[in-house]
């Protein structure tokens, strides 16, 4: 199970921190990467960030100079720090577990329920 946290309301220019942290049975190459997908309102999901246990981190281009994703191996959590939120990241955010890409659309072995992070202008 991934579980998320950290989602909210805040204003243009402000911060959140969004967690998810996986417990339960999982083999441990599940959580060889684990990142960040998102759906903003009329969109499909899309990947935000993810990273892998030697910490290599892929970061979309739209959002890299405002997040930064890092993850704790020893509690198998991973974080998703977001700055100078713009109200276009309005939307649902999701945690995954090693993500991937089928005939262009995106993919995840596991799925958390999603926050809800909602940035008001």
């Known amino acids: 199970q991934l579980a998320e946290s950290g989602g909210g309301l805040v204003q243009a220019g402000g911060s959140l921190r969004l967690s998810c942290e996986a417990s339960g049975s999982f083999f441990s190459s599940a959580l060889d990467v684990m990142g960040w997908s998102r759906q903003i309102p009329g969109k499909q999901r899309e990947h935000v960030a993810d990273?892998?246990?030697?910490?290599?981190?892929n970061v979309e281009d739209s959002v890299k100079d405002r997040f930064t994703i890092s993850r704790n191996n020893g509690k198998n959590t991973v974080y998703l720090q977001m700055n100078y939120l713009k109200p276009e990241d309005t939307g649902v955010y999701y945690c995954?577990?090693?993500?991937?890409?089928?005939?262009?659309?995106?993919?995840?072995?596991?799925w958390g329920r999603g926050v809800q992070v909602t940035v008001s202008s």
């Open positions: 995954v577990a090693n993500p991937y890409y089928e005939s262009g659309n995106f993919r995840a072995g596991s």
């Open positions: 990273i892998s246990r030697g910490g290599s981190a």
